[in-house]
């Protein structure tokens, strides 16, 4: 049960100091005293989500949108539709207390939160289609003092086109950028969401936040809504700072995995244990090297530092090419397991982990499921594939015959060779003598750690 305790002085849920997340103490502030009563989140997915249940657990009624039926349903009958800590009863409690109702159209709010996806097209320019679609959808229903704040990760420039195209649609109402705050109806800002896959609920409360008004006021304005719930601090700034600075942090984070899955080619060459290597070199006072892995999944590290090459081509050599590193790590893990299996006449191969990363049940843009599909396609008779956190085959791989999936131990009984591609914490329950005796591609670490 999820447990929040709220100071005298403000509403915002604090963590008490003597218990752990899932026994922190839900209560409903009885009166909202802020100008902010009503709060609707367009997007209602893994960061939408969140973010709709932790306003509401502050006592702000909150609509929640989506396009999904199904997902409005799941919502107000109480349900996630993915799994995430703590997120199941801050949900549950949001909705029986009636203080978040999910539709399937925007209705009359104090703020507006824009949560949606911002894909790439083929071609990897950003796909921006939902955000407009979000912007038509709010359009109607917005009105003087109101703030729409964008939090989905966004190329630079995007929240001004967002204001533009509000503008263009309600020529009734003044938005930024225009001269003097008195004269703006609707302000608009960017709050890049940063919460982390395992540990949003948490994150969500604690992590600090950069807020890029298009005007200060409109930064002024964003803060109000986030201080409801917000514990960490807040960093105002312009929106393309803001925008840039989402796009940075991911892009920081995936050159340094490039860097880490370059050091596992160069060991792999060289005959060295990249782990060990890794683990030595981190012990020089100003190293800190990330670790190497099958890939770089999910829906944000693998996509946004796309952003900023699309907005900058000449000047991010090194950004793209952390990409293309990362993105090829795939294959080079299927040739490691082409090379073993060509030792065998019939080689059942088993793959444990399909998700993008350790312990979420989240498969997007997930490198193991690359993996086990272009295994598949190179011919293989046997493909076993084990995720204690998913309970079937994968869409992606559903449709390859030579392609089973099957529960962990019965996958490594039955193989030759078994691909470690997710470090999820219950492999480590696999007896070593039962993986020693087959042979063993890591692409984790998880033998090294826990071997
Ligand atoms: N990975 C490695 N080696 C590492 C760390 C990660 O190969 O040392 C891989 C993971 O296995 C996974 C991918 O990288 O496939 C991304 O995982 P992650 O845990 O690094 O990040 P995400 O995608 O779950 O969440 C990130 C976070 N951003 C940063 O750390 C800068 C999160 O704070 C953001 O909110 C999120 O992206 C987002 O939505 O942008």
Not at 3 to 23: D, V
Not at 265 to 289: K, Q, T, Y
Not at 291 to 307: K, N
Request: aromatic content about 6%; overall charge negative; hydrophobic content about 45%.
């Amino acid at each position: 049960m999820i447990f929040f305790a709220y100071s005298s002085r403000s509403r915002k849920p604090r963590f008490a100091a003597f218990a752990t997340l899932p026994q922190l103490l839900f209560q409903i502030a009885p009166i909202v005293e802020h100008s902010i009563k009503t709060v609707c989140v367009v997007g209602l997915g893994y960061i939408g989500l969140p973010t709709a249940a932790t306003l509401a657990s502050c006592g702000v009624d909150v609509i929640g949108v989506d396009i999904n039926p199904c997902v409005v349903e799941a919502v107000n009958a109480g349900h996630t539709y993915f799994s995430e800590p703590d997120l199941d009863m801050l949900l549950r409690a949001a909705t029986t207390l009636r203080k978040l109702r999910a539709t399937l159209q925007p209705e009359a709010a104090d703020a507006f939160i824009i949560a949606v996806p911002t894909p790439f097209h083929e071609d990897r320019s950003p796909n921006l289609d939902y955000i407009e679609r979000a912007a038509d959808a709010i359009a109607p229903v917005l009105v003087t003092g109101n703030v729409v704040i964008l939090e989905s990760t966004s190329p630079v420039g995007t929240t001004e086109r967002l204001a533009h195209r509000l503008a263009h649609l309600r020529p009734d109402l003044r938005f930024p950028p225009v001269q003097g705050p008195e004269l703006i109806d609707v302000h608009v800002a960017h709050c890049p969401e940063r919460v982390l896959p395992g540990r949003m609920v948490r994150e969500l409360i604690e992590n600090d936040r950069i807020i890029g008004g298009l005007t200060e006021a409109c930064a002024e304005h964003a803060e109000a809504v986030y201080r409801l719930f917000l514990q960490g601090k807040v960093f105002r700034t312009d929106a393309a700072t803001a925008e840039l600075v989402k796009l940075v942090e991911t892009a920081s984070r995936d050159v340094n995995i490039a860097f880490a899955n370059e050091l596992s080619l160069i060991c792999d060459r060289l005959g060295l244990n990249v782990w060990h290597v890794i683990e030595l070199a981190n012990h020089h006072p100003r190293v800190s090297i990330l670790q190497p892995g099958p890939g770089v999944g999910g829906h944000c590290i693998a996509v946004d530092p796309w952003f900023i090459v699309s907005s900058a081509p000449e000047q991010t050599r090194l950004i793209r090419t952390a990409r293309e590193v990362n993105d090829s790590k795939p294959k080079f893990v299927v040739s490691q397991i082409r090379e073993r299996a060509e030792r065998f006449k019939r080689p059942v191969v088993a793959c444990l982990g399909l998700t993008y990363k350790a312990d979420v049940d989240d498969t997007r843009e997930s490198p193991a499921i690359a993996i086990a599909a272009e295994l598949a396609l190179t011919g293989l008779d046997r493909i076993l594939v084990a995720d204690p956190n998913l309970n079937r085959l994968p869409e992606e791989l559903a449709s390859f015959c030579n392609i089973s999936f099957c529960d962990t131990r019965e996958a490594v009984r039955e193989a030759d060779i078994v691909a470690l591609l997710v470090a999820h914490s219950s492999f480590r329950k696999i007896p070593r003598e039962e993986l020693m005796r087959r042979v063993i591609i890591d692409a984790t670490g998880l033998t090294h750690r826990y071997g």
